[in-house]
């Protein structure tokens, strides 16, 4: 089946309810009670969802934290209320206004108001000196944000904008306690403390992260479970331990040969999803330091990369499926194999690439780079990418260091720009170009670009295309700003993931979807055992 028709087969089956282990039918009730052991790949490096820039992250605290709508269990990707009870929109006066249910308790026992909804976004959309909002660039259109009164907030916008409503389903927008952020606005590093079904308990670094039901949780009747417990694992040991039935799952997925061999050994005691994710590798030069301040140099290590044939023999044993850009292959705004076979890195014929690498790198006085290449140290997916670019620019003569390092620099390096090239993982909500493309933009513009680079072209092509109503018109604009990016070569998307999760059986009501970082809360799951 191609991409475009599993895409195709995804999106109805979700719908229908028939992909993934959705929330219980009538005849199939959930049930109360027991413990989801699961694994999660990596620690956090603190515990503020909002400065995150990791997957692993938000599996640990999406469960401890409200946020003001959802991506709807079941229903991908639909969004509903959270916190919010409904909302109304008005375009003309350029407001969104949000009716907040009058039952939710933090975990403390206080109420959570208005206050708390507009403390949290002003943080995130404002955030104070010392601060960082890691998706501050979603929160660009926001102008204003006012406590109407205890159980309404609104949000004024700078210009109209479809696409904000999305951001406010964002499961990083955890939020916070007004009164705690007014006494420490830097609290949530060290605190776990929020209003989602499941209270904070424990935390061993390396080891475990504990949680346990919250009984005060707003949604009558959830969670079902009485406890979690995440276990730090990565690559064949959650296999391992999924077989073993010492955790059921982990919701980032596994490898496609991992998959194959849970099915084969626990037959109907595991369930797999497979998907293509709105996930992408990238690699990121750093403009500002030699030779990279060279386009010359960036170029030619983008046409070097063999896309096409990387997702041939990748494929065939990783998660890394497809060659794209930097919009997900065969979704709604992704170009045509045909239209990336025309763009600086995409081209069919490798050798012909790469003979113009080396003209390049000739021309810059580079035949003999040498350089280091940051990678994080995560799951051993990351460190096969890093291997792989490297034997691509290997083949052009380029010498590569491979410096693997830990989550915590690695994630240190990309915000100081203290790296020559890096590898990076982008993971989106939703397909929705406003937000894909913040991680390609100028650096001043968006804290997920780590090029250092400034490009106001590529930024007014951004920014163009939020408020373009036509969609053939959009199209063109996106176009336009993949033309310049892959020319420019600052950050290059090289290979899309496909997603496989595989379960066990018994763990019920969580849902399948392209995203890492939906559904993790855990307020819907359950364990039928």
């Not at 640990?60 to 509903?80: N, W």
């Not at 810059?364 to 780079?369: F, I, K, T, V």
Request: hydrophobic share 40%; net charge negative.
């Amino acid at each position: 089946m191609n991409l475009r028709r599993r895409l195709s087969t995804l999106v109805l089956a979700t719908t229908l309810g028939i992909a993934g282990n959705f929330p219980a039918t009538a005849q199939d009730q959930p049930k109360s009670g027991g413990t989801l052991r699961y694994a999660v790949s990596d620690d956090p490096a603190d515990f503020d969802c909002h400065s995150a820039n990791h997957f692993a992250a938000l599996m640990r605290l999406a469960p401890h934290y409200s946020t003001l709508l959802r991506f709807k269990p079941g229903a991908y990707p639909e969004i509903d209320g959270d916190l919010a009870e409904n909302w109304q929109a008005d375009p003309a006066a350029l407001t969104y206004t949000f009716k907040l249910r009058p039952d939710v308790k933090f975990h403390d026992g206080t109420q959570l108001t208005a206050k708390d909804v507009a403390a949290t976004y002003e943080r995130l959309a404002f955030p104070p000196k010392g601060v960082v909002s890691e998706r501050i660039e979603a929160f660009r259109q926001i102008a204003k944000i006012e406590a109407v009164d205890d159980t309404t907030v609104r949000f004024t916008l700078k210009a109209w904008d479809t696409s904000v409503l999305g951001t406010f389903a964002s499961p990083w927008n955890c939020v916070y306690s007004a009164a705690l952020l007014a006494s420490d606005p830097d609290y949530p590093k060290r605190k776990v403390m929020g209003s989602g079904p499941y209270k904070f308990d424990d935390f061993v670094s390396g080891s475990v992260w504990k949680a346990s039901r919250f009984d005060g949780y707003f949604r009558q009747g959830q969670p079902y479970l009485d406890a979690l417990e995440s276990y730090t694992m990565e690559g064949p040991a959650v296999a391992n331990a999924i077989q073993a039935g010492q955790v059921a799952t982990d919701f980032r997925g596994v490898s496609p040969a991992s998959a194959e061999r849970l099915k084969g050994a626990m037959g109907e005691g595991v369930t797999v999803n497979s998907g293509p994710s709105l996930t992408h590798f990238l690699v990121t030069f750093n403009s500002t330091k030699p030779p990279f301040d060279d386009e010359r140099v960036r170029r030619a290590l983008n046409l070097a990369i063999d896309r096409w044939g990387a997702a041939k023999a990748l494929g065939t044993t990783t998660e890394m499926r497809f060659p794209g850009g930097i919009f997900m292959p065969g979704g709604a705004f992704a170009s045509s194999d045909e239209e990336l076979k025309q763009f600086t890195g995409f081209g069919a014929d490798i050798e012909a690439s790469r003979v113009e690498a080396r003209r390049l790198l000739k021309e810059a006085g580079q035949e003999n780079l040498t350089f280091d290449l940051t990678v994080r140290n995560g799951p051993p997916i990351v460190v096969d990418f890093g291997v792989f670019l490297i034997d691509q620019w290997r083949q052009i003569g380029v010498t590569a260091n491979n410096h693997v390092v830990e989550t915590p620099p690695w994630a240190a390096a990309i915000n100081s720009g203290d790296f020559q090239a890096i590898t990076d993982i982008y993971s989106a909500l939703r397909e929705e170009p406003t937000e894909q493309m913040t991680k390609y933009v100028s650096y001043d513009q968006s804290a997920r670009s780590a090029g250092r680079f400034t490009d106001r072209e590529l930024d007014g092509l951004w920014v163009k295309q939020t408020t373009e109503t036509d969609a053939a018109k959009r199209k063109e604009l996106l176009r336009a700003f993949e033309k310049r990016l892959y020319e420019k070569s600052y950050s290059l998307p090289v290979v899309w993931l496909e997603r496989d999760v595989a379960m066990a059986s018994s763990l019920k009501g969580w849902t399948f979807s392209p995203s890492n970082f939906l559904y993790l809360d855990q307020s819907s799951t359950w364990l039928a055992e």
